[in-house]
């Protein structure tokens, strides 16, 4: 574990001193997010962190992954730079929406296609083992651009995106690392890093946003755990003592608050008859602070929640998928139709 602390702290500290920098230059540029209808926050505030976050993550991964396991992970490194590229491009000058997509499908197809990093099976979900691989590529690029739009959406809030982004890269660097995947460990920390010197000054009131640069790269980051965390906690022997049972259902717990707030405002949206992609005051941190709560209360609130996800895929580690995943959506209807009565009584 030293290597995998020496990575983070690494980080840590190029992002730390990096942060800084960029809120002076990105001020004196005028490269900030205005408060506007949608916005939360009151005040101008620099909306390029995400440079930082990335900055100290490759520094650090540069740094402390050994040599002979490049060829494995470069082709990791050149995803998560085309989405890098993207997210910069898309904070300077906003870009179309198709145009991201495609930018996203790409850096998917580098995953798939270079790393082999994708669905090799349903591992046991629904009783479906095997995949063909044409329906392999396909569910592996959808789940790629879900979760890395979802934590881009989740993005909405000061501290709340780098929080939840801590508590996953810390379950899933920790695991890998007891299971001795030490270049996903090492992988995996130096973000973690990152993104705490990053939360430093993205905490309420916040001086810096990630935007999408940083939304996009962690998302994408989560999404390349999730995937090779299910693969590689699958293969293991029945009797591995870090072996959860429930491998899908486990790496959706890992990374749950994001994934419901996605799925809560497209079901409202379709509900609404509005379109899915309409951007709205709907996402559940909206919907928190309308009970009069602060940007920090809220965000508590949220890690709270996501550390009660991670506490239930801890506690149902030896029940299968259908039990972890059933028990994971029913307790998010509920914590959300919850939510929503409190907000009508309150109206």
Same mark, same amino acid.
């Given at each position: 574990?030293?290597?995998?602390?020496?990575?983070?702290?690494?980080?840590?500290?190029?992002?730390?001193?990096?942060?800084?920098?960029?809120?002076?230059?990105?001020?004196?540029?005028?490269?900030?997010?205005?408060?506007?209808?949608?916005?939360?926050?009151?005040?101008?505030?620099?909306?390029?962190?995400?440079?930082?976050?990335?900055?100290?993550?490759?520094?650090?991964?540069?740094?402390?992954?050994?040599?002979?396991?490049?060829?494995?992970?470069?082709?990791?490194?050149?995803?998560?730079?085309?989405?890098?590229?993207?997210?910069?491009?898309?904070?300077?000058?906003?870009?179309?929406?198709?145009?991201?997509?495609?930018?996203?499908?790409?850096?998917?197809?580098?995953?798939?296609?270079?790393?082999?990093?994708?669905?090799?099976?349903?591992?046991?979900?629904?009783?479906?083992?095997?995949?063909?691989?044409?329906?392999?590529?396909?569910?592996?690029?959808?789940?790629?651009?879900?979760?890395?739009?979802?934590?881009?959406?989740?993005?909405?809030?000061?501290?709340?995106?780098?929080?939840?982004?801590?508590?996953?890269?810390?379950?899933?660097?920790?695991?890998?690392?007891?299971?001795?995947? &030490?270049?996903?460990?090492?992988?995996?920390?130096?973000?973690?890093?990152?993104?705490?010197?990053?939360?430093?000054?993205?905490?309420?009131?916040?001086?810096?946003?990630?935007?999408?640069?940083?939304?996009?790269?962690?998302?994408?980051?989560?999404?390349?755990?999730?995937?090779?965390?299910?693969?590689?906690?699958?293969?293991?022997?029945?009797?591995?003592?870090?072996?959860? &049972?429930?491998?899908?259902?486990?790496?959706?717990?890992?990374?749950?608050?994001?994934?419901?707030?996605?799925?809560?405002?497209?079901?409202?949206?379709?509900?609404?008859?509005?379109?899915?992609?309409?951007?709205?005051?709907?996402?559940?941190?909206?919907?928190?602070?309308?009970?009069?709560?602060?940007?920090?209360?809220?965000?508590?609130?949220?890690?709270?929640?996501?550390?009660?996800?991670?506490?239930?895929?801890?506690?149902?580690?030896?029940?299968?998928?259908?039990?972890?995943?059933?028990?994971?959506?029913?307790?998010?209807?509920?914590?959300?139709?919850?939510?929503?009565?409190?907000?009508?009584?309150?109206?």
């Amino acid at each position: 574990m030293a290597i995998q602390l020496a990575a983070a702290i690494t980080s840590f500290v190029i992002s730390f001193l990096i942060v800084p920098v960029i809120i002076k230059y990105s001020l004196r540029k005028n490269l900030v997010d205005i408060p506007g209808r949608r916005k939360i926050h009151k005040k101008v505030t620099p909306s390029m962190g995400g440079i930082a976050i990335f900055g100290g993550f490759f520094i650090s991964t540069l740094i402390w992954v050994e040599f002979q396991y490049w060829g494995d992970i470069k082709f990791i490194l050149v995803a998560l730079f085309v989405i890098f590229f993207i997210g910069v491009r898309d904070d300077l000058v906003p870009l179309r929406a198709f145009v991201k997509l495609i930018g996203q499908i790409m850096a998917a197809c580098l995953l798939i296609f270079l790393f082999d990093l994708r669905f090799h099976s349903l591992y046991g979900l629904f009783g479906v083992y095997e995949l063909p691989l044409g329906v392999s590529y396909v569910l592996t690029i959808f789940t790629i651009i879900a979760i890395t739009n979802s934590f881009n959406l989740i993005d909405g809030l000061d501290g709340l995106a780098g929080s939840i982004a801590i508590i996953a890269l810390l379950c899933f660097g920790t695991w890998f690392y007891l299971v001795e995947d &030490h270049v996903f460990a090492v992988f995996s920390f130096p973000m973690l890093g990152a993104i705490f010197a990053f939360l430093i000054f993205n905490w309420e009131p916040s001086e810096v946003f990630m935007g999408d640069t940083g939304a996009l790269v962690i998302g994408m980051m989560l999404a390349i755990l999730a995937i090779h965390f299910i693969d590689l906690n699958y293969g293991l022997p029945a009797e591995a003592p870090f072996k959860f &049972h429930a491998s899908i259902g486990t790496a959706a717990c890992f990374i749950m608050i994001p994934l419901i707030d996605t799925s809560r405002i497209i079901i409202l949206r379709l509900w609404k008859r509005q379109s899915p992609f309409r951007p709205d005051k709907s996402h559940i941190h909206h919907a928190i602070m309308r009970l009069g709560k602060s940007h920090s209360q809220t965000t508590l609130i949220l890690v709270t929640m996501q550390l009660l996800f991670v506490g239930i895929a801890i506690i149902m580690r030896d029940l299968s998928d259908l039990y972890v995943l059933g028990g994971s959506i029913l307790f998010s209807i509920f914590s959300s139709v919850f939510l929503d009565r409190l907000i009508l009584k309150k109206l």
